[in-house]
C-alpha cells in the first residue's frame, strides 16, 4: 500500500523529493548488520549449544545422540579441565601483571619532554600491531637454548626456556608482555597527560615528596584508563590460542583454548567441546560485560 | 609547570631519557633480529656469540619463493656459469632449485599464502568497514530502541574466543562446502570485524556536526545525498583508519585460518609456522617470510599513530 503511495507521487513532488524516510534509512542501515552478525556468529552459537548436549563426534558418520548435561557434568568433573583453567588463570595473572608493571612504567619514563617522543612511542607500540602467530614463531629462536640470543644477552649459558615444563609458561607470559606491553602504555600515557597540571604544582607547593604526589594525585587519576586496560587484556589472555600452541607444546602451557582446540579438532569430541565452548563462552560473556560496564562509565567522565 | 625545576629533577630526566632509550632497544631487539636474520648467509644465523656485521644476502628471499632440494654433487662450472643469478645463490648454499619437466621453476608455499592473506584481508575489510559505517551513521544519528544493548550485543560477538565460535562454523562450513574457501574466511573475518568497525566508527560519526547535514537538508538535499555526500567525505580519515585496523586485524588472524583451511585458501599466519617442521630449520627463510609479512603492518602502525589509541580502545578513548 505505502509503496504504491510512493510510486504513484509525481516525481516532482516534495515528498518523493526527500526520498526515504529518516526511520526507513534507520532501518536500512542498521538491520543488515545486525541480522549478519545474527547469522554468522549467534546461529552458530545456537547450533553448537544443540550439539553441547549429545555425543557427537564429527569424525564419523554416527548419528548424535542426545545425552542431557552429560558432558557438562564430566568437564566440571575433570580434574584435567580443572587444570587447563588453573594454568589459564596462572598465565592471565603473570601476563596480565607484567603487562601492567611494564607498560605503565615505560609510560611514566615517557611522560615528559624527550627529543622525538611521537617516533619513540609509536616505535614502542609496534610489538602489538604484529602476528602473534608468526612473531611468537620467532621467538622459538630467540628463547633457542644454545643459540638463541636471550640466553647470550643475559649470560645464561644454556638455559632451557621452553623445554623445561616449568619454565615454559613463563616464557610464553614473556613474550606475551613484549607484545601488550605496549597497549597497556599507550592508554595508560592517554591518562597521564589527562591529569591536570595545576595539581602537581599545588603539590609542589605543599612540598609534598614524590612518593605522595604519585599515590595521592597520579595513581588515582589514572586507575580508571589503567582498569580498562587491565580488564581488556585479561579478557584477551584468557583467550590465549596462539602464541601458547605456537612456542610449546608443554602440557603446562595447555590453556583452555588449547584443551578446546584439541577437544574438537584433534580428538573430535565434537559434543563434549562444545559443551566446554559454552562453559568458556559464559566466563568470557561476564568479562565482556564488565568491560563495557567500564568503558560507558569512563567515556562519560 | 612550577617556576624552578631543581637539579635532582633534571637529573631524573636525563636518567628518564636514557631509561626510555634502553626500554625502545629492547622491545625492537627481537624486531630487529627478524629483520637481520632475513638477510644473513644460513651458516651466520645461529652462531655463538650472534653474528651482528655480516654482508646482507638476498638468498634467504629466493629460497623463501622457490622450492628447493638438497645438491647431491656441487654443479658443474658450466652449469653454475650459465645459472642466472637466484640460482647461484642457491647453489652456495648447497641446494638447487626444484624445475619441472619443461624447465620451470617450482614456487614454494609462500607466494599463494601471501596472495590468499591480501585477497582474504581486503575483501573482508572493504565489506566490514562499508557495512560498519552505514551502521555507525544509523546509530550516531537515529534513536534506536535498546541502543545500548544492541551495541553490547555487537561488540561482544567480537569479544567471543575465536575456538569457540570455530567449533559449529566447521561443522556448518563442511556441510555447505566452505571449508578451505576464500569465501570462507572472508565471512569470518568480516563478522569478526564489522562490529569493531561499528563501534570505531560510530566514534568518528559522533564527531561530525549534525548541523552539517541539517544545512544539506534545509537546500533541498535528501537523507542520503547528504550522507553520501556531506558525512561520508568528513568522516574518510576516521574510514581509512578503521579500515587499517580491520585489515591488520584479518592480516594477523591465526585461529580461524589454521582450522578452517588447510590448503587452498590458507593463509601466511598458519603456513609460516607449518614451515618449521622437525630437524633444524633454516632460520634465515622464516626470517625472510616473517620479515614480508611484518613489513605492510609496521609501514600502517606509523601511518595509524594519531589514531592508535582510539582503535584499540574500540572508540572509547580519544586524545
Not at chain 2, 23 to 47: D, E, G, H, Q
Not at chain 2, 128 to 155: H, N, P, Q
Request: glycine share 6%; charged share 15%.
Amino acid at each position: 500500500m505505502a509503496t504504491t503511495m510512493i510510486t504513484t507521487l509525481d516525481r516532482s513532488s516534495r515528498a518523493a523529493a526527500r526520498g526515504l524516510s529518516d526511520i526507513s534509512i534507520r532501518n536500512l542501515f542498521i538491520i543488515p548488520t545486525v541480522l549478519f552478525l545474527i547469522v554468522f556468529n549467534i546461529f552458530p552459537l545456537i547450533y553448537s549449544l544443540g550439539y553441547s548436549f549429545t555425543d557427537f563426534r564429527a569424525s564419523t558418520n554416527a548419528p548424535a545422540n542426545f545425552v542431557g548435561l552429560q558432558n557438562y557434568r564430566d568437564l566440571l568433573n575433570d580434574p584435567y579441565v580443572w587444570s587447563n583453567f588453573a594454568i589459564t588463570a596462572k598465565y592471565v595473572i603473570i601476563s596480565v601483571a607484567g603487562q601492567l608493571l611494564v607498560g605503565f612504567g615505560v609510560a611514566m619514563l615517557l611522560n615528559r619532554d624527550i627529543p622525538l617522543k611521537g617516533l619513540l612511542t609509536t616505535l614502542l607500540l609496534l610489538p602489538m600491531m604484529l602476528s602473534m602467530a608468526v612473531v611468537g614463531l620467532f621467538w622459538k629462536l630467540l628463547y633457542d637454548p644454545s643459540f638463541g640470543i636471550i640466553n647470550y644477552a643475559l649470560g645464561l649459558g644454556t638455559f632451557e626456556w621452553l623445554s623445561d615444563p616449568k619454565m615454559a609458561l613463563y616464557a610464553v607470559a614473556l613474550t606475551d608482555i613484549w607484545m601488550w606491553s605496549p597497549f597497556v602504555m599507550l592508554l595508560s600515557l592517554a591518562g597521564l597527560s589527562a591529569v591536570p597540571k595545576h595539581l602537581y604544582e599545588a603539590a609542589a607547593i605543599d612540598r609534598a615528596g614524590p612518593f605522595y604526589t604519585f599515590f595521592r594525585i597520579t595513581l588515582p587519576l589514572v586507575a580508571p584508563i589503567l582498569m580498562i586496560a587491565v580488564i581488556f587484556r585479561t579478557m584477551e589472555a584468557f583467550k590465549t590460542f596462539d602464541l601458547a600452541y605456537i612456542l610449546t607444546s608443554q602440557p603446562t602451557t595447555e590453556l583452555i583454548s588449547i584443551r578446546l582446540y584439541k577437544m574438537a579438532f584433534q580428538e573430535w569430541q565434537t559434543g563434549r567441546s562444545c559443551a566446554l565452548a559454552y562453559i568458556v563462552l559464559i566466563m568470557v560473556l561476564a568479562i565482556t560485560n564488565i568491560y563495557v560496564k567500564y568503558l560507558n562509565k569512563v567515556k562519560e567522565r | 609547570m612550577a617556576a624552578v625545576r631543581t637539579s635532582s629533577e633534571i637529573g631524573f630526566n636525563r636518567v628518564a631519557i636514557v631509561a626510555i632509550l634502553v626500554v625502545t632497544l629492547i622491545f625492537l631487539a627481537p624486531i630487529y633480529w627478524i629483520a637481520s636474520t632475513a638477510f644473513k648467509p644460513r651458516n651466520l644465523a645461529t652462531t655463538i656469540p650472534p653474528t651482528v656485521v655480516f654482508q646482507p644476502e638476498i638468498s634467504p628471499f629466493v629460497k623463501l619463493f622457490t622450492k628447493r632440494s638438497q645438491l647431491r654433487s656441487p654443479p658443474t662450472p658450466e652449469e653454475y656459469a650459465a645459472a642466472p643469478w637466484w640460482e647461484r645463490v642457491v647453489f652456495d648454499g648447497g641446494e638447487k632449485i626444484v624445475r619441472d619437466g619443461k624447465g620451470q621453476v617450482q614456487w614454494s608455499g609462500y607466494p599463494s599464502r601471501f596472495l590468499n592473506s591480501l585477497i582474504i584481508a581486503i575483501t573482508s575489510t572493504v565489506l566490514a568497514v562499508g557495512m560498519g559505517t552505514f551502521t555507525a551513521y544509523g546509530f550516531s544519528r537515529f534513536k534506536v530502541k535498546g541502543e545500548a544493548d544492541l551495541l553490547f550485543f555487537i561488540l561482544s560477538t567480537r569479544m567471543l574466543p575465536p575456538v569457540v565460535v570455530a567449533i559449529p562454523m566447521f561443522l556448518m562450513y563442511r556441510a555447505v562446502g566452505l571449508n578451505d574457501s576464500h569465501i570462507g574466511l572472508i565471512i569470518l573475518y568480516t563478522a569478526f570485524n564489522l562490529s569493531f568497525s561499528v563501534w570505531l566508527m560510530k566514534g568518528f560519526m559522533d564527531e561530525i556536526p549534525k548541523e552539517y547535514e541539517e544545512a544539506a537538508l534545509v537546500d533541498g538535499y535528501t537523507r542520503m545525498e547528504a550522507f553520501f555526500k556531506i558525512v561520508l567525505p568528513e568522516a574518510a580519515t576516521g574510514i581509512a583508519a578503521t579500515a587499517v585496523f580491520c585489515f591488520i586485524t584479518a592480516w594477523n588472524e591465526y585461529a580461524f585460518a589454521l582450522i578452517m583451511t588447510n590448503r587452498r585458501a590458507q593463509t601466511a599466519p598458519p603456513f609460516i609456522p607449518s614451515q618449521v617442521g622437525s630437524g633444524l630449520p633454516d632460520w634465515t627463510v622464516i626470517a625472510a617470510g616473517t620479515f614480508l609479512f611484518l613489513l605492510p603492518v609496521a609501514i600502517f602502525t606509523f601511518l595509524l599513530r594519531n589514531h592508535l589509541l582510539r582503535g584499540m580502545s574500540f572508540g572509547a578513548i580519544r586524545k
